[in-house]
T-cell receptor, first 113, second 114 residues
Framework: NAGVMQNPRHLVRRRGQEARLRCSPM?????VYWYRQLPEEGLKFMVY????????ESGMPKERFSAEFPKEGPSILRIQQVVRGDSAAYFC???????????FGQGTRLTVV | AQTVTQSQPEMSVQEAETVTLSCTYD???????LFWYKQPPSRQMILVIR??????QNATENRFSVNFQKAAKSFSLKISDSQLGDAAMYFC???????????FGKGTRLSVIA
């Protein structure tokens, strides 16, 4: 059973470009969470999705950020018009049921130049 | 809102010795989960140990054990017989049952000295 797969591992974007981060949850997991980690900080919750539904997006910036988890395919975190402050590691986690332990991917390190 | 506090930004331990990492949390709920995650330089977040609040018995996983003090809202991690591979960032985390995400502390960087 493959773990949570995130790609790309590293992503470099110029200011103003779009960044798309992908996350394939573990097989059988329908709950996906996105977190952001700034250097020397803990992970901060961004958004929680279940297949085709956004359950909780209270941690997501109101502008430029969006997330989806379609019926088929990976979950996508999209950042439009990136700025230097978006540079961070973005982690995806999945769980089989809400409230149980989440299994994490290896993260995508976004660098905005 | 729930918060998780790790008061030790850095800790070090001699190889084969024991170290305890501290974590406190703030919640008004009675049913919740607590976790310790390890993040080595590879950045992979690895679940170390998990505790359900309704269980009085402290969780144990091989060399890792917790001291869960529900009344004090304290959840410390003890690593026995420390190994070089234990060097990593350790994050304490909290979640409620149901549709709620994990809330993380800021982490403790553990160094293991040979």
């Amino acid at each position: 059973n493959a773990g949570v797969m995130q790609n790309p591992r590293h992503l470099v974007r110029r200011r103003g470009q779009e960044a798309r981060l992908r996350c394939s949850p573990m097989k059988g997991h329908s709950h996906v969470y996105w977190y952001r980690q700034l250097p020397e900080e803990g992970l901060k919750f961004m958004v929680y999705l279940q297949k085709e539904n956004i359950i909780d997006e209270s941690g997501m910036p109101k502008e430029r950020f969006s997330a989806e988890f379609p019926k088929e395919g990976p979950s996508i975190l999209r950042i439009q018009q990136v700025v230097r402050g978006d540079s961070a590691a973005y982690f995806c986690a999945s769980s089989p049921r809400p409230g149980t332990e989440a299994f994490f991917g290896q993260g995508t390190r976004l660098t905005v130049v | 809102a729930q918060t998780v506090t790790q008061s030790q930004p850095e800790m070090s331990v001699q190889e084969a010795e024991t170290v305890t990492l501290s974590c406190t949390y703030d919640t008004s709920e009675s049913d919740y989960y607590l976790f310790w995650y390890k993040q080595p330089p590879s950045r992979q977040m690895i679940l170390v140990i998990r505790q359900e609040a309704y269980k009085q018995q402290n969780a144990t996983e091989n060399r890792f054990s917790v001291n869960f003090q529900k009344a004090a809202k304290s959840f410390s991690l003890k690593i026995s017989d420390s190994q070089l591979g234990d060097a990593a960032m350790y994050f304490c985390a909290y979640s409620l049952p149901g549709n709620t995400p994990l809330v993380f502390g800021k982490g403790t960087r553990l160094s293991v000295i040979a």
